[in-house]
Structure formats: C-alpha cells, structure tokens
C-alpha cells in the first residue's frame, strides 16, 4: 500500500492514536490521515488522491450511520471502508454491515487481532472481529438460491473472494457482494459461521 491514504475516524484522540499505530504496523507506507468529525473526513479526502481505507468509529460528530456509510461509498467505490467500534451487539453489527462496509472490528479486540483483521479486510475478505462472539449455524441455509448455495459451497472450502470470482467467472467486488448478501441472508456476520451452515448443508 505504499502511497495510499488511510482515513483514521474518531472523536477520542487516545483510541485514534492507539488505532494510528495499529495501522501504521500494518502498513508501514501509507500515509495516515487522522479526523475527529465527519466534516474532517470530508476534507482529508479532498486533500488528495482517494483514500485506499477509511476506519472510522461508529459515532462521532457529523456521522450517520444510516447516510454516512452510503455517501462514502457512493463517492469512493473502490476504497475499504472499516467500522471500529465499542457497540458490538448483533443488531449493531448487522446494521453496520448492511450499510455496506468491508469489515466490523469491536474496540475491545486485541491490538494483534485488530490488525490482523484490518490486513485480511484490505485483502478483499468481508470480516467481523468482535470480543467474544460465537454465532450457530442458521437454519435458513435451506432458502438460499441456486447461486447463493454456489457461492456458499466456494466460501464453505475456503475461498477468498478473488477465488470465487475467477471459479464463478465475475469480478472479485461482485464476489464480495454476493459473500456480503449471503451473510446476510444467513444472518450471520462471519464467513466462519457461514462455513458452518456450509457443513451442515454438505
């Protein structure tokens, strides 16, 4: 990621500065842009070159999460959009990640999880990391389409989005699309709770 810019969101200068070094572990050549308000996001991206990531907290001022999330990616489709936030409850993780970001990692994480999560994320995977978080497998595997049960069967021998893509002939994004939908049709918020459903379907 040598060059890119990364957007680093959050009010708490003590969480931001802490999530700064994470970041800069995991990509030591980016160039790192710190905002406190939404506003400030705003502007950090019209001070150069797209944002390769933005990681933003889930509340701080200016931003909405009902329009905030779509306004970014509407005006940044390319870029990874990372939710990290204290609020780690099941709807609050749904709702992150049916507003179309890449990944949902928990405050409460360990800082070598963290980044991990933040590497495989930029790396094309949809991920949520939270605290302590085990999720069954969900019994509405059997109302998926023909296509949802291809892509399942890809995700279920451990494919990554760009395998999924080049083995159903679409674009990695188009893969991360139809990945995000089946997790949500599943219910589910990790691609291992998804392998689960995968065995229990096989």
């Known amino acids: 990621m040598g060059g890119a810019r990364i957007i680093i969101a959050d009010d708490h200068p003590v969480f931001r500065d802490g999530m700064r070094r994470v970041v800069e572990r995991v990509f030591p050549d ?31 001022p200016g931003f909405s999460l009902d329009s905030s999330i779509a306004a970014l990616r509407s005006s940044f489709p390319r870029s990874t959009i990372v939710v990290v936030s204290m609020s780690e409850d099941h709807g609050t993780v749904g709702k992150v990640m049916s507003a179309g970001v890449d990944g949902f990692i928990g405050k409460g994480v360990a800082a070598q999880k963290i980044a991990a999560a933040l590497e495989a994320i930029h790396g094309g995977e949809i991920m949520v990391r939270i605290s302590e978080h085990r999720e069954p497998a969900s ?6 389409s023909v296509r949802q049960r291809e892509v399942l069967e890809l995700v279920g021998r451990g ?36 392998i689960a459903a995968y065995k229990d379907l096989a």
Request: with cysteine; proline share 5%.
């Open 30 to 60: 980016a160039t790192l842009c710190e905002a406190g308000t939404f506003d400030e996001v705003l502007e950090a991206c019209s001070a150069g070159a797209p944002p390769e990531m933005f990681v933003l907290d889930l509340i701080f």
């Open 139 to 144: 019994p509405l595997v059997k109302n998926l």
């Open 159 to 194: 494919m990554t989005n760009k395998e999924i893509g080049r083995e159903l002939g679409i674009s990695p994004y188009t893969a991360r699309m139809h990945v995000s939908v089946l997790l949500k049709t599943l219910g589910v918020s990790t691609r291992t709770a998804a």
